[in-house]
Nanobody
């Protein structure tokens, strides 16, 4: 019912910046929660940042102060501005959304931070 498509991943040098986007389709109504998770090879998927339809935001300690999550409710799109990137930020970043009490996940976009 809801499809999530991430974009904006790529290769960046340590200390650089990258902006991820996730567009949700299949609904014209507001999605309550949209979020970003990430998963490095051989590791469990971990929470990065969430934002509600009313603008309430939460960050993981590992990204707090460096990443900024935002959303455009009219477009059902969520963004993740990543600054001061570190090699340990290297992971596949997944978009998440909850719509009508159902979880949806994007396919993921690769972010690689080189030293």
């Amino acid at each position: 019912q809801v499809q999530l498509v991430e974009s904006g991943g790529g290769l960046v040098q340590a200390g650089g910046s990258l902006r991820l986007s996730c567009a949700a389709s299949g609904t014209i109504f507001s999605i309550y929660i949209m979020a970003w998770y990430r998963q490095a090879p051989g590791k469990q998927r971990e929470f990065a940042a969430t934002i509600t339809s009313t603008g309430r935001i939460n960050y993981a300690d590992s990204v707090k102060g460096r990443f900024t999550i935002s959303r455009d409710n009219a477009k059902n799109t969520v963004y993740l501005q990543m600054n001061s990137l570190k090699p340990e930020d290297t992971a596949v970043y997944y978009c998440y959304a909850n719509y009508e009490r159902t979880d949806y996940w994007g396919r993921g976009t690769q972010v690689t931070v080189s030293s």
